[in-house]
């Protein structure tokens, strides 16, 4: 169960497991957007991005995720250091 309250008051996003079975959740098409991970059972904010978040897998200690416009990025857990790994303004 996610209450709104410990997501930002909103929830319109994804979820995906990591290989050791944590559990993210993506706000969604909102912007600013935020990626959580469940920890005990809450989701604990640890990224935030000024554009949505929407589509993400959890792979390697990274989070490759789709802006929902034209661009995939990877974002790695260890440093929490955003890269676009794909760019194309006439695919949105």
């Given at each position: 169960?996610?209450?709104?309250?410990?997501?930002?008051?909103?929830?319109?996003?994804?979820?995906?497991?990591?290989?050791?079975?944590?559990?993210?959740?993506?706000?969604?098409?909102?912007?600013?957007?935020?990626?959580?991970?469940?920890?005990?059972?809450?989701?604990?904010?640890?990224?935030?991005?000024?554009?949505?978040?929407?589509?993400?897998?959890?792979?390697?200690?990274?989070?490759?995720?789709?802006?929902?416009?034209?661009?995939?990025?990877?974002?790695?857990?260890?440093t929490m250091q955003r890269?676009?790994?794909?760019?194309?303004?006439?695919?949105?």
């Amino acid at each position: 169960e996610v209450k709104l309250s410990d997501v930002d008051g909103s929830w319109a996003g994804n979820f995906a497991f990591d290989e050791k079975g944590n559990l993210y959740l993506s706000s969604g098409n909102r912007v600013p957007a935020s990626i959580y991970k469940v920890v005990n059972g809450k989701p604990v904010k640890i990224y935030t991005a000024n554009e949505s978040i929407k589509g993400f897998v959890v792979k390697d200690n990274a989070i490759y995720y789709a802006n929902w416009k034209d661009k995939i990025y990877k974002l790695d857990l260890n440093t929490m250091q955003r890269t676009v790994v794909y760019s194309n303004s006439s695919k949105t």
